[in-house]
């Protein structure tokens, strides 16, 4: 990590995002060659994110995290804690949503973000982390790879129409 | 489908799992070449199993489901609901946990329990249903491919110490 990581590490925030940092947060989500395909921002932003969002908030399962810097939100990800049978009744953490601002990469924001969801999952008593991986983005790849993440599985996903 | 198949599906029932069905749900996850590894399949059941289980009852997000023929379980897999901001707000399925009894392999056991928890999906409103599935597991690939879905992602696990 150099100078510059660290300096932004000094004041950037970790917390809990409300329903205020949500057009932040959806145009974060919406920036990207894959988000733009798949989301709406709007001013007003339509009401179906508010609706998820207060779903979200209210699930003391799922959270919406955001890394706030100088009053501004600069990246997201969202955290899901899921009780499970397997590996003997262990809870896992799944990762989905993460976004840092298209203007600040490479300034180890997405590193922060993780660390402390990697904390809260261990402090939750996860015995795992979990996440899938579009497979048009190996620069991600090799970033979750830098944290420690295996590559062991293969994502499925099936869309319903 | 042959006809054995057929025939499997009249008399095969798939229901949310009961306290009563966790022995047989924790044989079937502990009688695999991972879960062998993972799994402690005792008598009693331990009752990390029984916490994990309650746990997920509880959980109007999650639910353990499973397959019974004349009284006998012998398929299972656990179905949890994620609200998302992605997807315009969007909720996703997951599915983890999928065991089908060993001596009932390539009966159409997994295939009637998916079409079951797929329809699920559907009728909570789900855009998405999503699995991860082990590398070493290129049959299970072959399966879920033909049900549709596609492994257009990498399936990354990161595991806590």
Redesign the interface.
């Given at each position: 990590m150099g100078t510059e990581n660290e300096m932004a590490a000094d004041d950037i925030a970790i917390r809990t995002a409300t329903r205020d940092d949500?057009p932040a947060?959806?145009a974060m989500?919406a920036n990207d060659h894959l988000?733009s395909k798949?989301?709406?921002y709007a001013d007003p932003l339509?009401n179906?994110?508010y609706?998820?969002?207060d779903?979200?908030d209210g699930?003391p399962?799922?959270e919406?995290v955001v890394a706030e810097q100088d009053g501004k939100i600069i990246g997201t990800l969202?955290l899901?804690l899921?009780?499970?049978?397997?590996?003997?009744?262990?809870?896992r953490a799944?990762i989905?949503?993460v976004r840092v601002d298209s203007t600040m990469r490479s300034a180890g924001i997405g590193r922060i973000l993780f660390e402390w969801a990697?904390d809260q999952?261990?402090k939750k008593g996860?015995?795992?982390?979990?996440?899938?991986?579009?497979?048009t983005r190996p620069d991600a790849?090799r970033f979750?790879?830098s944290?420690?993440?295996?590559?062991?599985?293969?994502?499925?996903?099936?869309?319903?129409t």
């Open positions: 949500l947060i959806i989500l988000g798949r989301e709406c339509p179906v994110y609706a998820a969002f779903a979200i699930d399962n799922n919406i969202q899901t899921i009780p499970n049978l397997t590996y003997q009744g262990g809870v799944l989905e949503g990697i999952a261990k996860c015995h795992m982390v979990q996440l899938t991986a579009d497979k790849h979750y790879e944290l420690g993440f295996s590559a062991t599985h293969e994502g499925m996903k099936l869309h319903l």
